[in-house]
């Protein structure tokens, strides 16, 4: 109607209403093209307990990996979504037992890639119990370890490649986008994608 004000989904593309959101597929192509360029083995913690973006990077990683023929090693938890994004505990005992399973199989990974910063960081510290390292790529006798949307969960952490989503300029694109639909209706839906950094 003539009196109705638009609405702006952030941070999620929704089709049918104006939206901005952080490109996660083109960070996806970027991460396969970091991987196998880097690693041969590599191994994906996917603790699946937050939001679809974590399961569609994962899949369409995986798909990725396998069209560059990289065979990708896993170990997916939480698949029935019992333990929530605010049990940290539960979340913990994921990654512990994972970083045990990790350091007694014998022969670890040449790269670990985690579904986000949060379980990166906790893989990073259960893996120093074992006397692995585990963080930037390029040191010697370092793992390299990947996680997503660098967030700063675990103060214990060290350094580790992440994918840094702008959260200013998500906001600077909505407010943007808001100024310039009150000014000027239009009957389309316009999106906005705002790249991600590794």
Do not use: W
Request: negative net charge; charged residues 25%; proline residues 5%.
């Amino acid at each position: 109607t003539s009196n109705s004000k638009p609405v702006i989904y952030l941070d999620k593309k929704v089709m049918g209403a104006h939206s901005v959101s952080f490109d996660q597929e083109s960070s996806i192509y970027q991460l396969a093209d970091f991987v196998q360029e880097r690693a041969s083995a590599p191994f994906f913690l996917f603790v699946d307990n937050m939001t679809s973006k974590f399961g569609n990077n994962y899949r369409l990683l995986r798909r990725l990996l396998e069209e560059k023929g990289v065979s990708l090693q896993t170990a997916e938890y939480n698949l029935d979504h019992k333990i929530d994004f605010a049990d940290i505990d539960s979340q913990r005992k994921l990654v512990r037992d994972c970083a045990e399973k990790l350091a007694r199989s014998g022969q670890m990974p040449d790269m670990l890639i985690c579904s986000n910063d949060c379980f990166a960081g906790m893989l990073q510290v259960e893996l120093q119990k074992y006397g692995i390292q585990a963080g930037s790529a390029d040191q010697p006798g370092v793992i390299p370890l990947v996680g997503y949307d660098d967030i700063p969960y675990v103060p214990e952490a060290g350094l580790f490649t992440t994918f840094r989503s702008d959260i200013p300029a998500l906001s600077d694109a909505a407010v943007r986008m808001m100024n310039g639909l009150l000014d000027n209706p239009v009957s389309y839906k316009q999106h906005i994608q705002i790249e991600t950094e590794m």
